[in-house]
């Protein structure tokens, strides 16, 4: 007789393109799933990716993976949505708001309509805007809808500073906050390794820590999407591996500290916008964010973010 007491880690992914079908790759890779639904607009791409991914998994972890409907997002831990429009060359994320909010407008009903418990994890740009709409549109409970926001800006940023540093990238404790967009703000005054700020490990090692360097990196952190859609008109490994990140922190009750887009209340007067802090990251999703003690050109920088964020969001009905 089946075992009636077993419930099966089901993801589900919303738009199987180049982000959500590498996403479920890296998400069969890791073994963290049982089951791994596809959901598109694009029927015969959801099922591709699916027959596609099924005969990885001889190879791989077994896991029961297909296309499906709104229908299978019941059950779901974790609902990615990564469905929409992406940017062209040249074009800035929030550019793709009025297209992808519509996407938003109909998807987010569906998936709340057959699961209203899980976590909702959102890739889809701009991602703090659409973030905030799927908290409004669904009603779920804002440490349940977490958007993917600068995690993959800070890992860019983490990868730049430790070519610079000489260590694994992972040894560098450094954040990228605010917008996941043009307006981010790198936090440089609480970068550090090993506790060590990152001016005094710079100094002691003889490094380079010349405001010219730090600018190079912030400029190359934040630019990196467009410099790769400009060579192959996509962005997706970097991406995924945020998304699974995050859905390991959350499925294995981590606790991690990552900085994903949640909903920010009284921090540097800033209120009722969705913008990247690090936060704790758990079972229940984000359990709260870090109320960094930033200098005041970081937070005047941060403020600033928010009020470009706020103001996209202000134009929308929700
Ligand atoms: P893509 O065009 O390859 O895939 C998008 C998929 O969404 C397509 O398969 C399409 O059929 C599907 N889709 C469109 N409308 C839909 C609907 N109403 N219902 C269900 N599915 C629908 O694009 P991509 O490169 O995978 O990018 C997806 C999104 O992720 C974009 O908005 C992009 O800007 C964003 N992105 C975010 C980050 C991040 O860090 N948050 C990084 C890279 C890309």
């Known amino acids: 007789m089946a075992d009636q007491t077993y419930q099966p880690t089901r993801v589900a992914v919303v738009g199987a393109g180049n982000v959500g079908a590498t996403f479920a790759y890296s998400l069969l890779l890791s073994g963290l799933a049982s089951e791994i639904v596809l959901i ?16 990885a998994m001889p190879l791989t972890q077994p896991t029961r993976i297909w296309a499906g409907g709104y229908q299978d997002c019941a059950g779901a831990a974790i609902t990615v949505i990564a469905a929409g429009v992406a940017q062209q060359p040249g074009e800035s994320r929030l550019s793709l708001v009025n297209s992808n909010i519509s996407v938003f407008r109909k998807i987010i009903p569906e998936i709340v309509r057959y699961n209203p418990t899980g976590l909702l994890l959102i890739a889809t740009n701009p991602v703090d805007i659409l973030t905030y709409a799927s908290w409004k549109l669904s009603g779920v409970p804002a440490n349940r809808v977490i958007g993917s926001g600068t995690v993959l800006d800070t890992a860019r940023f983490r990868y730049l500073l430790s070519l610079k540093a000489g260590v694994d990238p992972r040894s560098v404790h450094a954040f990228i906050i605010g917008e996941h967009g043009d307006s981010e703000v790198p936090v440089w005054s609480l970068a550090n390794i090993a506790g060590m700020t990152l001016r005094d490990f710079c100094e002691t090692n003889g490094k380079d820590f010349s405001p010219e360097m730090l600018k190079n990196i912030y400029q190359e952190t934040r630019d990196a999407a467009a410099q790769i859609i400009h060579r192959k008109g996509a962005t997706y490994y970097a991406v995924a591996s945020g998304l699974l990140r995050i859905a390991e922190a959350i499925l294995r009750d981590q606790g991690t500290v990552l900085s994903v887009s949640t909903l920010i209340e009284n921090y540097y007067d800033i ?48």
């Open 40 to 55: 598109d607009s694009n029927q015969a791409k959801a099922e591709g990716e699916a027959m596609d991914l099924n005969h």
């Open 271 to 318: 209120q009722d916008v969705y913008l990247s802090l690090p936060c704790v990251v758990g079972r229940k999703g984000v359990e709260h964010f870090l109320r960094l003690d930033l200098d005041p050109e970081e937070s005047r920088d941060l403020q600033k973010s928010a009020g470009i964020l706020k103001g996209l969001i202000e134009q929308l009905t929700l």
